[in-house]
């Protein structure tokens, strides 16, 4: 479990799958905007490309779209991070 801070309050982050993460943190009324998602992305550099909250638009059930439309799958997500705090790393 991780602890991160909303400017008011602590909250723990219960859940262990990156989906149930992201919903998480939308429903505990955490600002999603101050995530940083990092998913497996070839042909980029280190095959790793980084996308911020603000660009999510749906958080759908086994993936989540982009404002720009692109799907994601969620066992593409590597580490998720919330105002600099780790919520989440593969293993």
């Known amino acids: 479990m991780r602890s ?26 955490l600002d999603i905007k101050h995530c940083t998602i990092y998913y497996i992305h070839r042909g980029a550099p280190g095959d790793t490309k980084a996308i911020r909250g603000s660009s999510l638009r749906t958080i759908g059930r086994s993936f989540f779209e982009t404002i720009d439309g692109t799907s994601i799958p969620y066992h593409r997500i590597l580490r998720i991070d919330h105002d600099g705090i780790r919520v989440y790393e593969k293993k």
């Open 4 to 29: 991160v801070f909303d400017g008011k309050d602590m909250h723990t982050i219960k859940s262990r799958r990156p989906r149930d993460i992201l919903n998480e943190i939308k429903w505990k009324g």
